[in-house]
């Protein structure tokens, strides 16, 4: 699996989002507390981009007519038929035993480490022999 910069960590505010794009796909990372998560900006349901929901709280009815909310800006709501989904794992509260949205692996590295790498060129043998450059691969 490779990894991706893809924003520096106060680019992206508590509670709000960025959606990028990698290796072809729309991911959406969503800070949440101090702590980064990525969902793929694709609804389960009907391919609706999910990532551009609105993010809310969860609203739990233990008995009709009571309800509170709980996780405030833990979940994100598809604008198109406002199934929510917990941000942190992808899980749908509308199907939660069969729908789920793919959820990505999100890190906060040092600059230093980024730049450092584990990151190496791959290289390749130069030779000169009798006036020509032969590269060995």
């Not at 009571?66 to 979940?75: C, D, Q, S």
């Not at 709501?77 to 069969?98: A, K």
Request: with cysteine; glycine share 8%.
């Amino acid at each position: 699996m490779s990894r991706h910069v893809v924003a520096r960590a106060d680019e992206i505010p508590t509670g709000s989002r960025k959606i990028v794009t990698v290796k072809g796909r729309e991911i959406g990372i969503f800070r949440v507390g101090e702590t980064f998560y990525g969902l793929i900006n694709r609804c389960p349901h009907q391919g609706a981009p999910l990532c551009r929901g609105e993010i809310v709280s969860r609203l739990v009815a233990p008995v009709p007519g009571e309800y509170r909310l709980t996780r405030p800006g833990e979940m994100i709501r598809c604008p198109w038929h406002c199934w929510e989904f917990d941000i942190r794992t992808g899980q749908s509260l509308c199907d939660p035993n069969s729908v789920q949205a793919r959820a990505f692996n999100v890190a906060v590295e040092p600059g230093k480490a980024v730049v450092e790498g584990p990151f190496v060129a791959e290289s390749v043998q130069v030779a000169v022999e009798e006036n020509y450059v032969v590269v060995t691969v």
